[in-house]
């Protein structure tokens, strides 16, 4: 069973400025995309940014917090990315509606839950 509420106490070991979230792969999208969601701290809080290929301006939700996220909150921001339609490059809005295949060093049950999610949908 997926502990939702799992969140860790950091993000950092003490080797760099910025941390690897998530990666997400998109392999129904038409080039395979793909987007890592990464966070670094600014003036004691957590500041959370998506980049992809094309450099679309992608909208997390959260994009601050004092604490990490629990895995719960980490899952609903991935399920709630917006792009702005005037801006996108490659398709992205199209991408973000899909269901990824997830990978995270920080949080391993994050690759279960979207596994189970596809299988059920599905694209497994």
């Known amino acids: 069973m997926i502990d939702y ?7 950092f070991d003490g080797t760099g400025t910025a941390v ?5 792969l998109y392999p ?5 995309e793909e987007i890592s969601i990464y966070t670094n701290v600014i003036d ?3 500041h959370y940014e998506a980049v992809d ?4 301006e992608i909208k997390l939700i959260p994009s601050k917090t004092k604490n990490t996220l629990s895995l719960q909150e980490l899952i609903l921001m991935i399920e709630t990315m917006e792009t702005k339609p005037e801006n996108a490059l490659g398709n992205i809005e ?6 990824p295949e997830a990978v995270s060093n920080v ?6 839950y979207f596994f189970e999610k596809r299988k059920y949908y599905g694209l497994i």
Do not use: C, H, M
């Not at 690897?20 to 997400?24: F, M, P, R, T, V």
């Not at 199209?94 to 269901?99: A, D």
């Not at 949080?107 to 279960?112: D, F, G, R, T, V």
């Open 107 to 112: 949080y391993p049950e994050l690759e279960k």
């Open 44 to 46: 004691g809080k957590y």
């Open 5 to 11: 509420d799992f969140r860790p106490k950091t993000y």
């Open 53 to 56: 290929f094309y450099g679309n």
């Open 28 to 32: 129904e999208s038409q080039w395979g």
């Open 94 to 99: 199209l991408t973000v509606s899909g269901i």
């Open 20 to 24: 690897l979230l998530a990666k997400l």
